[in-house]
Structures are given as C-alpha cells and as structure tokens.
C-alpha cells in the first residue's frame, strides 16, 4: 500500500462515518435544505467512492457526457436541477470516473415531460406516487469494466427507494443494430422491459442538435427500450 492508498483509506473511513451521522440526523429530524442529501456508497476499491454530484465535477461529467453519450446530449441544467437525483464516482485523486443522474416525477409529470413514452406505458405507472425516471448514466472510457457503472446504478435505485419512489422508469438507450449496452445491469438489477419505443431520440436531437456517437450529426435514429422496477 502507498502512501496515497493510506492517506485516500484514512479519508474515506472519516467521510463515510460523518456521512453517517449526518444522514440519520436529517432523517430524524427532517431538517429543511438537505432532503437530497444522499450518503455516499463505497465500493471494492476502497479508494473510489459514489458521492452526490456537486458544481465543482460539472466539468469533467460534461466532458465524459459528451464522449460517451453523444456531444451536447447532457446539459448542465439537467444536473444543476435541485430535484436531481446525481451521482459521481470519484478516484481517490478527486478524477471524476462517471456519473449517473435521474428525477423523481408522477404519472401526469412524467406525460408532459415526455411524450415519447406511449400511453400504454405511462397507464401502467401508478397514478398519484412518484414515479423515478432515469436519465443518464456514463463512465470514462478508462474506467469501464472496473465496477464503477454498477455502483453509479445501484447508488440511484436505492436513492429512489429511499425517497418513497413507488418504482423506476428507466429508457435504455439502443442502437439502430438492436444493441442495447444497458440491458445486462437491467437484468441484474431486476429490471423488465416494457417495450421499445423506436427513434426514441430523433425529435430531440432535432430540437437540441446534438450529435449522436452512433448516427453522427441529427437527427438520431436510435431507439429505447423502456425498463420498469417496482418496489
């Protein structure tokens, strides 16, 4: 073990139990201002935690949007939202590995935000709870294959949970060959398709003119396919 290794072990074990104090402390209390704290999770490597996104990564979450999901697909307004629900997974040098980001909405919420999901989809949420919709998830090309997705996954299921989601909406990105790269952490994780909703992201690359990494300038003819989890 290096020095580094030490000095990330010793941070980490005072972060998670001061975490720890202050997330039970506000779900006792129910303090006002820090009803989106959400605790970090630690993951096999003790020198890499999953912790609530914050101004200070929004540079690096960008940069590693724009890469791997297509450039200008995420803005920094969906990860500002005070209602998000965002979380990155940080090395124990502070690099910003990947990221994961989602809302909870209701049924009628869900409807106005996104008429892309077919009726027949949004009549099987339940009407008056809330619903949680992912919206991205990406991890650096270095760091793929390392765990970090998994954590970021899993981190935002249970914040869901943990804020009395009823279940999870989840569109799957898929690829105009039928490839759908997040499919085995769906099945993993207890998730069931719904159905594929074809050329999910064509108007709004349309309307936002970013560029799909697959179809290149818009519009993009990828498709999604539409994942449910219940409590």
């Known amino acids: 073990m290096n020095k580094y290794d030490f000095v990330a072990n010793i941070n980490i074990k005072w972060f998670d139990w001061l975490c720890n104090v202050y997330y039970f402390v506000n779900k006792a209390l129910n303090l006002p201002g820090l009803k989106q704290f959400r605790k970090p999770v630690l993951m096999k490597k003790p020198d890499i935690i999953i912790e609530p996104l914050t101004s200070h990564h929004l540079k690096e979450v960008l940069q590693i949007a724009d890469n791997q999901l ?4 995420v803005e920094t307004r969906f990860l500002t939202d005070p209602e ?3 979380h990155v997974a940080v090395s124990h040098l502070g690099r910003v590995l990947g990221f994961s980001c989602g809302k909870l909405f209701t049924r009628k919420e869900l409807g106005l935000l996104n008429k892309k999901l077919p009726d027949e989809l949004l009549r099987f949420l339940p009407d008056k709870s809330k619903t949680g919709l992912t919206l991205s998830l990406a991890v650096d090309g270095k760091a793929q294959h390392q765990g970090v997705g998994s954590a970021l996954f899993e981190a935002r299921i249970r914040t ?17 060959d039928g490839s759908t790269s997040i499919d085995p952490l769906a099945q993993k994780y207890g998730f069931k398709a719904l159905g ?8 709004d690359s349309l309307k936002r003119q970013y560029r799909c990494p697959v179809c290149g300038p818009p519009p993009c003819r990828c498709g999604a396919v539409v994942y449910w989890k219940g409590v």
């Open 84 to 86: 998000a629900i965002a």
């Open 160 to 176: 869901f949970f943990n804020h009395d989601a009823s279940g999870i909406l989840m569109p799957g990105w898929q690829k105009p």
């Open 70 to 73: 297509g450039k200008g697909y």
């Open 196 to 203: 594929i909703v074809k050329n999910f992201f064509c108007h």
